[in-house]
């Protein structure tokens, strides 16, 4: 790949910054450098490239979207959890089963937080491109085009949503179809 390997944090997502204001700028604070909590001593002091943080933080928005749709459809009368991952998969690519019977209120909103969630990463992804230009830290990536700096990343949210697989099925069963879903949804 060519891209430099430095020392990450292993295990970003959004639960690992902290937002601070101060005078009308907003901020972000990243936290527990503890790593990634599946891997050894010593692979948590090995350099990684910079997507694996990354794709962790895509996936963050993933998980958001899910869980806020799966909060809404729950929470509603003769649905609950079961139908809402059906309904959700209905609007999964073609390559996922479909439900029939879904009505336009849930196609808009599941939709929406599509959208929500492609909004969240490509303005993540831009900001974060243009502090690397502004700080000069290229990394011998080509960074002018956003295009191969999402495809070298989209290699590593495979990586990541299949680790996440992996750590759901031990520690959180009822979640291990966010990343499976997250799978079919690769962009």
Not at 137 to 153: A, E, H, I, P, V
């Amino acid at each position: 790949m060519g891209t430099i390997k430095i020392k990450i944090h292993q295990d970003l997502h959004l639960a690992q910054m902290l937002t601070i204001q101060s005078n009308d700028k907003v901020s972000f604070k990243v936290i527990d450098f503890e790593g990634d909590p599946l891997l050894s001593i010593n692979e948590k002091f090995q350099k990684d490239p910079i997507f694996r943080d990354l794709a962790g933080i895509y996936s963050a928005f993933h998980y958001i979207k899910f869980n806020a749709l799966q909060q809404y459809f729950g929470n509603q009368p003769n649905i609950g959890i079961e139908k809402y991952r059906e309904i959700y998969l209905k609007f999964a690519p073609s390559s996922t089963p479909s439900i029939k019977n879904t009505n336009a209120h849930e196609q808009q909103l599941i939709s929406f937080t599509k959208q929500w969630e492609a909004f969240c990463r490509n303005t993540f992804l831009e900001s974060y491109i243009l502090n690397l230009k502004d700080h000069q830290l290229t990394f011998n990536l080509d960074l002018t085009s956003k295009y191969y700096f999402q495809g070298l990343l989209t290699l590593f949210r495979v990586e990541r949503l299949i680790k996440e697989v992996y750590y759901e099925s031990l520690f959180r069963k009822a979640n291990v179809i966010i990343p499976i879903i997250g799978l079919f949804e690769l962009d």
